[in-house]
């Protein structure tokens, strides 16, 4: 799967989502500092679907109208060890493969999906 990484993923939670099989690379070694919408933009145009723990793209893509093509999903996970953190983003990623088009929410207990075709 191709990810990008929100500078607000850990950079030991990518390392082990890459360990796993998955590219992902992470806003905090590509590109640090930019603005949600950049993130976004970045997503795109690597043809990426975005991972992160920021609320904030929710409103872009919903409230704004951005494009996030490729997907976004919110990890909603309460705080953990690295270790754990990446273990549950994993087995989430890992649980279903339609992310593309799709704002998904995941939580300790299931995962919303709402399609971005809707908006």
């Keep these: 799967m191709r990810l990008l990484a929100d500078e607000n993923i ?4 990518v390392e082990f989502i890459c360990s796993r099989g998955h590219d992902a ?28 723990f920021d609320t904030d793209f929710g409103e872009l893509v919903f409230r704004l109208g951005l494009d996030a ?9 309460p705080p953990d060890s690295p270790l754990g953190i990446a273990q549950s983003i994993v087995r989430a990623l890992e649980s279903q493969k ?14 919303r999906t709402r399609s971005l075709s809707d908006t």
């Design 98 to 111: 339609d992310w593309v088009n799709h704002f998904s929410v995941v939580d300790e207990n299931r995962i």
């Design 10 to 13: 850990p950079r030991l939670v």
């Design 25 to 52: 690379i992470w806003v905090g070694k590509v590109a640090p500092g930019i603005r949600d919408r950049d993130v976004l933009s970045l997503a795109t145009t690597q043809k990426r679907t975005l991972i992160t």
């Design 69 to 77: 093509p490729f997907g976004i999903i919110l990890f909603r996970l």
